[in-house]
Structure formats: C-alpha cells, structure tokens
C-alpha cells in the first residue's frame, strides 16, 4: 500500500507512435501484439484490482480477466481468487448488466466519485495494487492528481493521424512536467512494439 493509505497505482497503455489509443473506426484498433497482450496478462495476474472507465466498457467489453491458466492456478495457490477484482468507474452508474465485465470469473465493482476517493474505497477493500487499464480519460485523472506510481506505455511503430480518435492523456495540469521528468525504468522491445516503464514516485 503506498504511504500504507492507497494502492500501488500503474497506468497500462498502449499507443501509436503518435500517441493515439484508437482509431475513430466502431472497430477495436490493436495496437500491440500477442507477447505484449501476455506481458500484459502477467501484470493482471500481479495486481488486486483492474479498472476501466464506463466508456471503455460500452466501447470494447473486455472480460478483464487473467488469461493464463498457470497465473491463475497460481493466484488461487497463494489464497487470492483467480482474477483480480474488477472495478468500473462511472459517474452515472447506467452500464448494461449483461456486460462482459459483469460475467463469471471475478467480482465487479462499480465506483464512483474522484480518484482519491475510488483509492481509498479500494484501499478498504484489501486492494494494495491496482492496474489502471483505460479508457484515456480515466487514466488522465489519475496522472493529473499525482496518483499513479507506475505507467507502462506500448508504444506501436505506425500512426494514426485522426483528429476525430482518441488520444493517451489529453491537455491537462500534470504533475509530471518539463521541471518534473518521470524516471525511465525499463525499455523492453517486445516483437514490433517497446515497452516503456516509467516510475512516477510522489507528487
């Protein structure tokens, strides 16, 4: 638990080379490739909780799930359920039942309500790592309060150049700035992509 009051925050995302997390196609762009997606798995696997936006919910319904049979043996092995638990974030409340984050596997929350707060709830709840997955404006608000510990960026070697898709954190006062670089941990090409693993520390 960070300063033992909130989880351990990282930030995943996956982005082309000119920072855009999607096209502005109703098709679910892939940005990474398939070492990347169990990288990705393997950080799933090592967290508490996965959360998303309702946005990214209605937009692409991910199950949010670990894939890997061996990861979740090995979860369930150490006393934790198989996935991690799921937690949405929306301001309204209005997501379809029927949604694949609402199926079997894990629990599902929904929370409301500004960062801080969802952290605290989650803190509550036993979470000490939490994997911020998406969509960018979620991940936006947690950059912008200082709350993010760790932020893994896949970065895909084409561009998408539409105004109209969606961007990785759009304008906004971030903490982390010109005066304030993030400290790069770890560059790791993965096929045709790069990880790059930054740590943030406290604001």
């Known amino acids: 638990m960070t300063d033992g009051a909130r989880p351990h925050v990282v930030v995943s995302a996956a982005v082309s080379v000119d920072g855009y997390l999607d096209d502005a196609t109703p098709n679910r762009l892939l940005l990474s490739n398939d070492d990347d997606f ?5 950080v799933r696997a090592g967290c508490d909780a996965i959360l998303v936006g309702a946005e990214t919910v209605r937009r692409d319904n991910p199950r949010l799930l670990v894939r890997s049979e061996l990861r ?3 979860r369930e092995a150490r006393g934790e359920t198989a ?3 799921r937690v ?6 209005r997501l ?5 984050v609402f199926g079997p596997g894990a629990e599902t929350v929904v929370q409301r309500g500004e960062p801080l707060e969802v952290l605290t709830s989650l803190a509550g709840r036993g979470v000490r790592r939490l994997l911020v ?8 608000q947690f950059l912008t309060a200082g709350l993010v510990d760790e932020l893994h960026l896949v970065v895909a ?3 998408v150049g539409d ?3 969606p961007r990785f954190a759009g304008p906004g006062t971030y903490p982390h700035g010109p005066g304030r670089r993030m400290q790069l941990a770890e560059t790791r090409p993965i096929g045709d992509v790069v990880l790059l693993r930054y740590l943030l520390g406290h604001t």
């Open 83 to 85: 996935s991690p638990l």
């Open 157 to 159: 070697p084409f561009f």
């Open 163 to 165: 105004p109209a898709a």
């Open 133 to 140: 997955e998406g969509g960018g404006s979620v991940q936006a």
């Open 72 to 74: 979740r043996a090995a």
């Open 96 to 100: 379809d039942p029927a949604s694949a």
């Open 88 to 93: 949405v974030l929306s301001r309204s409340g």
């Open 38 to 42: 169990d990288r990705v798995d393997e």
